[in-house]
């Protein structure tokens, strides 16, 4: 299993993938947090904080990580390796578990440099050290959260089809209808009583809790619990799929 993680690793560092997808997420975020004029930009609004990246982030990712989980199994199948991948000594989960961990290894490195924000802003405040680090630390947890999340999501899309193009759209759809898709249901009221349990199913509600910088268990149990079922579901989607 080990093995197949390098190798993922080292498939996504030598390919231009990996460094387009931890370019574009630093980027895009440092364009709006340093230099568009707008309510992100932490120059233009005068506190000291980066609340505009984790804002800003979750959207990033809805579009990279299915671009970076679309070859997962997609490719595999469409190039015929994956008949070669399942006859190697390990079992199917030992297989997903090892992109799975590859997929947030890329994440954690698209946010390592991100440090350089919080350091920056802690450095430049009025009075050095006026940042509320308890808050930015729960909210990079959060985001790794949300990012690994995505992550099982998108393993699940590519699970599911030899297509890359089709892996990404279910994998974006998917993705988008977890993190907003229940929270805009919530807004509707139409389900009456129930409209808070609604609102509770989407990702939004739990990140926004741990960005709030206290780790509560529910928030964690629901982010290992939609981890796991996506897992599972790519499991039984390769096994359904075996020939």
């Not at 440092?30 to 000291?48: H, K, Q, S, T």
């Not at 030899?162 to 994998?171: D, G, H, P, R």
Request: charged share 10%; hydrophobic share 55%; proline share 2%.
């Amino acid at each position: 299993m080990f093995t197949l993680f390098k190798r993922e690793i080292r498939n996504f560092l030598n390919s231009l993938i990996g460094y387009i997808v931890i370019t574009v997420f630093l980027l895009l975020n440092g364009l709006f947090l340093w230099v568009i004029p707008m309510d992100y930009n932490i120059l233009e609004n005068g506190y000291a904080n980066i609340d505009g990246l984790f804002m800003l982030g979750p959207f990033v990712f809805l579009f990279l990580i299915p671009a970076i989980t679309m070859r997962s199994f997609a490719e595999e199948r469409r190039s015929g390796t994956i008949e070669m991948l399942m006859t190697k000594p390990l079992t199917d989960l030992q297989v997903i578990l090892a992109k799975y961990f590859a997929g947030v290894v890329l994440v954690i490195f698209s946010l390592l440099p991100t440090l350089i924000y919080y350091i920056t802003v802690y450095y430049l405040g009025s009075t050095i050290g006026n940042l509320d680090s308890g808050g930015t630390w729960g909210s990079y947890i959060g985001l790794l959260f949300l990012g690994s999340a995505f992550v099982a999501i998108g393993l699940f899309a590519s699970a599911i089809t030899e297509n890359q193009i089709v892996s990404f759209i279910v994998s974006l759809f998917l993705c988008a209808f977890f993190y907003i898709g229940f929270e805009l249901i919530y807004q509707m009221k139409i389900f009456g009583s129930f409209a808070l349990f609604i609102q509770s199913l989407g990702i939004n509600e739990h990140y926004s809790s741990i960005s709030r910088g206290v780790i509560d268990t529910r928030d964690l149990i629901y982010f290992l619990s939609i981890i796991t079922i996506f897992i599972l579901l790519s499991k039984t989607s390769l096994q359904s799929r075996k020939w």
